[in-house]
T-cell receptor, first 109, second 114 residues
Framework: QKEVEQDPGPLSVPEGAIVSLNCTYSNSAFQYFMWYRQYSRKGPELLMY????GNKEDGRFTAQVDKSSKYISLFIRDSQPSDSATYLCAMNGANNLFFGTGTRLTVIP | EAGVAQSPRYKIIEKRQSVAFWCNPISGHATLYWYQQILGQGPKLLIQ????????DSQLPKDRFSAERLKGVDSTLKIQPAKLEDSAVYLCASSLAGPYESQYFGPGTRLTVL
């Protein structure tokens, strides 16, 4: 079983839609949860960083962590064509990050 | 603030050749990471340095891969000899302290092994 599972998509939505991206994980020791955005031919860019269960909001982005279910989500409101990218979830083990495979999102104008 | 710098951006080599990648982290960042990202997958950690010491290299194929971080700043990752399955993007990242700090990634080096 992989440490982190993420649906690779691809996911296509119309502009203005609400997007929901999700990851599940198996290791209950994970404490820090991140979402990275990766544009084509670029390195990942940190989008959201959360610790413990609950919600964290930053503009149009909301990160949600449910430790009891080992499930994290990223919601994007009022999606824009500029949001088209691959979204990677990541979480901290003892010394390093474990990444999901990434979900490729396309927002259609 | 300058970001993480990597070079070269692209490299094409034949199998059994050697190749080296260079990374310059964000100034003041103690921790440096090298990741391998195969197409369609998330980054996989190869090696993590804290200053110039190795913290974790458990997933580094040590028979062909080597890395060093002299003086606790720049780092190089070398592959010798390269195999076809080494074709990937090699990402360097840095963080202020340990892995619980936010990691900042460079643009990566795209390696193609023919």
């Amino acid at each position: 079983q992989k440490e982190v599972e993420q649906d690779p998509g691809p996911l296509s939505v119309p502009e203005g839609a609400i997007v929901s991206l999700n990851c599940t994980y198996s290791n209950s020791a994970f404490q820090y949860f991140m979402w990275y955005r990766q544009y084509s031919r670029k390195g990942p860019e940190l989008l959201m960083y959360t610790y413990s269960s609950g919600n964290k909001e930053d503009g149009r982005f909301t990160a949600q962590v449910d430790k009891s279910s080992k499930y994290i989500s990223l919601f994007i409101r009022d999606s824009q064509p500029s949001d088209s990218a691959t979204y990677l979830c990541a979480m901290n083990g003892a010394n390093n990050l474990f990444f999901g495979t990434g979900t490729r999102l396309t927002v259609i104008p | 603030e300058a970001g993480v710098a990597q070079s070269p951006r692209y490299k094409i080599i034949e199998k059994r050749q050697s190749v080296a990648f260079w990374c310059n982290p964000i100034s003041g960042h103690a921790t440096l990471y090298w990741y391998q990202q195969i197409l369609g997958q998330g980054p996989k950690l190869l090696i993590q340095f804290q200053n110039n010491g190795v913290v974790d290299d458990s997933q580094l194929p040590k028979d062909r891969f080597s890395a060093e971080r002299l003086k606790g700043v720049d780092s190089t990752l070398k592959i010798q000899p390269a195999k076809l399955e080494d074709s990937a993007v090699y990402l360097c990242a840095s963080s202020l302290a340990g892995p619980y700090e936010s990691q900042y990634f460079g643009p990566g080096t795209r390696l193609t092994v023919l």
